[in-house]
Nanobody, 124 residues
């Protein structure tokens, strides 16, 4: 059974930084990050294709967040800098096996697997 293991959330002050990580327990995946704040719908944050050739970002995080991949660890990272209170949300990693689909990685429906989520709280 495929599992996506996330880590790295926490409490940080505004303008601070956090790094989230997502590690599938098997296989090669395109991986994305989504977030949901209380009272809001889940929204796309960032994604990277399985081969690292394509990355995508929500407009709200461009220039502040960076998605990267360490193939030796089979891990994708989301480096979040200049955090704002409005970034407060539960962040979830999503995975789609390599070669399964060409649907846009910015859409929730494109993914087959989801992690349990990790909370990010940014204080003002």
């Amino acid at each position: 059974q495929v599992q996506l293991v996330e880590s790295g959330g926490g409490l940080v002050q505004a303008w601070g930084s956090l790094r989230l990580s997502c590690t599938p327990n098997e296989g090669t995946f395109s991986l994305g990050w989504f977030r949901r704040a209380p009272g809001n719908e889940r929204e796309f944050v960032a994604a990277m294709s399985w081969n690292g050739q394509a990355t995508y970002y929500a407009d709200s995080v461009k220039g502040r967040f960076t998605i990267s991949r360490d193939y030796t660890k089979n891990t994708v990272y989301l480096q979040m800098n200049s955090l704002r209170p409005e970034d407060t949300a539960r962040y979830s990693c999503a995975g789609r096996k390599a070669g399964r689909s060409s649907a846009p990685l910015t859409q929730e429906a494109s993914y087959d697997y989801w992690g349990q989520g990790t909370q990010v709280t940014v204080s003002s």
